[in-house]
């Protein structure tokens, strides 16, 4: 059975810095791209950034380019998100998710439908 578990969330500051792990189990994140979103209440779900397997070809959404890092450990099966220079605007549920690597291409948004396999979400909170 599949599962993507998520964490690393919390609050923080306005330009503090979290790490999100996204942890797989039942599947071998490489074979897969990986996305995170976020979702605030009443808003679409948006994609942030996605990662095809543990290689470098990783995308941005513009709004975080310059201050969010995908990457992934291979050991671990995990995928990472490293945020820095957060901004209240930031403030949501962090979800990762898998998908066939074609889901995680350039020049392509990085769409929720495309991925079919989601963990559960991490609160994250950017607030003085």
């Known amino acids: 059975q599949f599962q993507l578990v998520e964490s690393g969330g919390g609050l923080v500051q306005p330009g503090g810095s979290l790490r999100l792990s996204c942890a797989a189990s039942g599947l071998v994140l490489d074979f897969y791209a990986i996305g995170w979103f976020r979702q605030v209440p009443g808003k679409e779900r948006e994609g942030v950034s996605c990662?095809?397997?543990?290689?470098?070809?990783?995308h941005y959404a513009d709004s975080v380019k310059g201050r969010f890092t995908i990457s992934g450990d291979s050991a671990k099966n995990t995928v990472n998100l490293q945020m820095n220079g957060l901004k209240p605007e930031d403030t949501a549920v962090y979800f990762c998710?898998?998908?066939?690597?074609?889901?995680?291409?350039?020049?392509?948004?990085?769409?929720?439908?495309?991925?079919?396999?989601w963990g559960q979400g991490t609160q994250v909170t950017v607030s003085s």
């Open positions: 990662v095809r397997g543990f290689g470098n070809d990783a």
């Open positions: 998710a898998a998908g066939p690597r074609p889901a995680c291409a350039l020049h392509q948004s990085i769409d929720s439908a495309q991925f079919t396999h």
